[in-house]
């Protein structure tokens, strides 16, 4: 599997799994709690992958990357999409 679909789909699959584990939470099931924590887990996937691929990332400089940095770690899920949006076609090698 190439690196583009591996951060698409850790990604979204992160989003549907904690949206899908947060209406089980609010309905009381008892498979929210594992939903919820394999969703968290894909997002830390997606966030590993995606500061690996920023920390590689010949086309933009050190600050850049200091930011992308902490918004992954501090902002996870709308930094992660705002970079699948819109930054991450400037950002990685073609």
Do not use: D
Not at 22 to 37: D, E, R, W, Y
Not at 53 to 69: A, D, H, L, P, R
Request: aromatic share 12%.
């Amino acid at each position: 599997m190439n690196t583009n679909a591996f951060i698409r789909q850790s990604y979204s699959l992160s989003i549907l799994m904690t949206i899908i584990g947060a209406i089980l939470k609010i309905n009381h099931n008892t498979l929210a709690t594992p939903i919820m924590a394999i969703g968290l887990i894909l997002l830390l996937v997606f966030i590993i992958a995606a500061i690996y691929e920023v920390m590689n990332s010949s086309k933009i400089g050190g600050n850049e990357k200091f930011m992308w940095i902490i918004g992954f770690l501090f902002f996870g899920s709308i930094s992660g999409f705002v970079y699948l949006v819109s930054a991450r076609k400037r950002i990685i090698k073609n």
